[in-house]
């Protein structure tokens, strides 16, 4: 067994490296089923091309959606793949590149839009709920932006308020603020469900005809974009909005992508607004986030699409909501949980109501990968888990879920006092 202690003086053969490398037992969920995040072991074909393009780094420099130049394999396969999610919403000049994940997309819209509406000189606002994804919080902090409004959630649906969000823009206006960034989510992460896109584009329009007020839209879809256009298509043509400007999605989460692989899209040029002169090649601008990127995630994404097609991701994504609906049938007619699930995703949002302040035993948290998390219902805060149905997931798991919650049921009616437990809060979700 190889011992750390610092930088290694001297180096070891490789066959006790290999040796070492082997993952080890500790590394996997033991008899029990990851459930708790959208990931699951990634799809050969994207690990064959992932693997035959780790040798070659060609993707280090620039983006290739806009590029006139001789394109190396990996370069055309980028822009190939920004083509081709255009096409999934409706963006037919698309500009973009493949990212690091769903934070570097979020930075980016936001940064890139923060330069915009600063280029004009004008103070810009931030508009967000309370449950879009921290990396939002992250690109505030770096872009310094600090006019940030959280618009309530509608009640019980677990999206945007579109009549608070006018209110907001109209309170914005009334201090003389024209500009604001607002972020769409398309498949929140605690919850699954989305923000209502044209609704919200509707509202810029009209407050823009009322009174040259602007509004960028970035989507998150870092969730959504790998999974709604496969049941709703004609309402994830989110492109066709005209002040939707960019958007993030995560070929790693629901495209079967080994990570990391995410993808940021915008409307034709928007990136400029991020542009520098590349210090070591005339040829080259730098318009990206981080610098040096690789082509085998290009590579994985563009196998993957080529090889599933519309008909192959629609196809498992299918399977897996018949699974959800499996196991929430079971758990409805028992009356053991609240759910909250939007009907197009393949991940749910339960409170195990039946439980001592709706919190499953730590074995079960364990065995299943899935932790507990407070959210807003019904004028209360309740504990909430959420559940991603996966293809490493099969009725066979849901079975042994379904029994293991059953059994823990069963035990805890005999314990004496229940309400003694006190909740864990993984993330406290502001009221509305
Ligand atoms: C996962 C997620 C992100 C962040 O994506 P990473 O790939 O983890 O950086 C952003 N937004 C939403 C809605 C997410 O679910």
């Given at each position: 067994m190889l011992q750390f202690s610092g930088f290694p003086e001297k180096g070891v053969e490789d066959e006790a490296i290999l040796q070492a490398l082997k993952p080890g037992s500790s590394s996997r969920n033991q008899g029990g089923t990851f459930m708790g995040y959208p990931q699951t072991t990634p799809h050969a074909v994207a690990i064959e091309a992932y693997l035959s393009y780790m040798e070659y780094n060609t993707n280090h420099v620039g983006v290739f959606t806009n590029s006139n130049r001789q394109l190396t394999a990996s370069q055309k396969m980028e822009s190939e793949v920004i083509a081709m999610l255009g096409d999934l919403y409706g963006l037919n000049e698309a500009d973009g590149y493949i990212t690091s994940g769903g934070t570097e997309g979020n930075?980016?819209?936001?940064?890139?839009?923060?330069?915009?509406f600063s280029a004009?000189?004008?103070t810009v606002a931030l508009m967000q709920s309370c449950l879009t994804h921290e990396s939002i919080?992250?690109?505030v902090d770096l872009t310094m932006i600090s006019h940030v409004e959280e618009i309530a959630l509608e009640d019980c649906h677990f999206r945007m308020d579109t009549r608070r969000l006018e209110e907001a823009i109209d309170n914005l206006?009334?201090?003389?603020i024209y500009h604001a960034i607002i972020i769409a989510t398309a498949g929140y992460t605690l919850t699954g469900t989305s923000d209502d896109i044209r609704e919200i584009n509707e509202i810029v329009i009209k407050f823009n005809k009322q009174y040259g007020f602007?509004?960028?839209?970035?989507?998150?879809a870092a969730i959504g974009g790998m999974v709604l256009p496969f049941r709703e298509q004609e309402n994830t043509r989110w492109f066709e909005c005209e002040h939707v400007m960019s958007m993030t999605v995560d070929p790693h989460k629901m495209g079967y992508i080994p990570y990391s692989a995410g993808v940021f899209m915008g409307r034709k040029n928007v990136l400029s607004w991020i542009e520098r002169n590349n210090q070591f090649s005339k040829t080259h601008v730098s318009n990206t986030l981080i610098g040096s990127r690789n082509g085998a995630a290009a590579a994985a994404c563009w196998a993957m699409f080529q090889h599933l097609g519309y008909s192959g991701y629609k196809g498992i994504l299918d399977d897996l909501i018949s699974k959800k609906e499996y196991l929430l049938g079971k758990l409805l007619q028992k009356h053991i949980a609240e759910v909250i699930s939007n009907p197009e995703t393949n991940m749910c949002c339960l409170s195990f109501n039946s439980f001592s302040n709706c919190l499953l035993p730590g074995r079960l948290e364990q065995k299943y990968?899935?932790?507990a998390f407070s959210i807003q219902y019904r004028g209360s805060v309740i504990n909430c888990y959420k559940l991603y149905i996966m293809p490493h997931i099969s009725y066979a798991t849901l079975d042994m879920l379904y029994?293991?919650?059953m059994e823990a049921l069963a035990e805890s009616s005999l314990k004496p006092s229940k309400s003694e437990v006190k909740?864990?809060?993984?993330?406290v979700i502001s009221p509305m």
């Amino acid at each position: 067994m190889l011992q750390f202690s610092g930088f290694p003086e001297k180096g070891v053969e490789d066959e006790a490296i290999l040796q070492a490398l082997k993952p080890g037992s500790s590394s996997r969920n033991q008899g029990g089923t990851f459930m708790g995040y959208p990931q699951t072991t990634p799809h050969a074909v994207a690990i064959e091309a992932y693997l035959s393009y780790m040798e070659y780094n060609t993707n280090h420099v620039g983006v290739f959606t806009n590029s006139n130049r001789q394109l190396t394999a990996s370069q055309k396969m980028e822009s190939e793949v920004i083509a081709m999610l255009g096409d999934l919403y409706g963006l037919n000049e698309a500009d973009g590149y493949i990212t690091s994940g769903g934070t570097e997309g979020n930075i980016l819209g936001v940064w890139i839009a923060r330069n915009y509406f600063s280029a004009q000189k004008n103070t810009v606002a931030l508009m967000q709920s309370c449950l879009t994804h921290e990396s939002i919080q992250k690109a505030v902090d770096l872009t310094m932006i600090s006019h940030v409004e959280e618009i309530a959630l509608e009640d019980c649906h677990f999206r945007m308020d579109t009549r608070r969000l006018e209110e907001a823009i109209d309170n914005l206006i009334s201090h003389q603020i024209y500009h604001a960034i607002i972020i769409a989510t398309a498949g929140y992460t605690l919850t699954g469900t989305s923000d209502d896109i044209r609704e919200i584009n509707e509202i810029v329009i009209k407050f823009n005809k009322q009174y040259g007020f602007q509004g960028w839209i970035h989507i998150d879809a870092a969730i959504g974009g790998m999974v709604l256009p496969f049941r709703e298509q004609e309402n994830t043509r989110w492109f066709e909005c005209e002040h939707v400007m960019s958007m993030t999605v995560d070929p790693h989460k629901m495209g079967y992508i080994p990570y990391s692989a995410g993808v940021f899209m915008g409307r034709k040029n928007v990136l400029s607004w991020i542009e520098r002169n590349n210090q070591f090649s005339k040829t080259h601008v730098s318009n990206t986030l981080i610098g040096s990127r690789n082509g085998a995630a290009a590579a994985a994404c563009w196998a993957m699409f080529q090889h599933l097609g519309y008909s192959g991701y629609k196809g498992i994504l299918d399977d897996l909501i018949s699974k959800k609906e499996y196991l929430l049938g079971k758990l409805l007619q028992k009356h053991i949980a609240e759910v909250i699930s939007n009907p197009e995703t393949n991940m749910c949002c339960l409170s195990f109501n039946s439980f001592s302040n709706c919190l499953l035993p730590g074995r079960l948290e364990q065995k299943y990968a899935t932790r507990a998390f407070s959210i807003q219902y019904r004028g209360s805060v309740i504990n909430c888990y959420k559940l991603y149905i996966m293809p490493h997931i099969s009725y066979a798991t849901l079975d042994m879920l379904y029994e293991d919650i059953m059994e823990a049921l069963a035990e805890s009616s005999l314990k004496p006092s229940k309400s003694e437990v006190k909740p864990q809060h993984e993330k406290v979700i502001s009221p509305m």
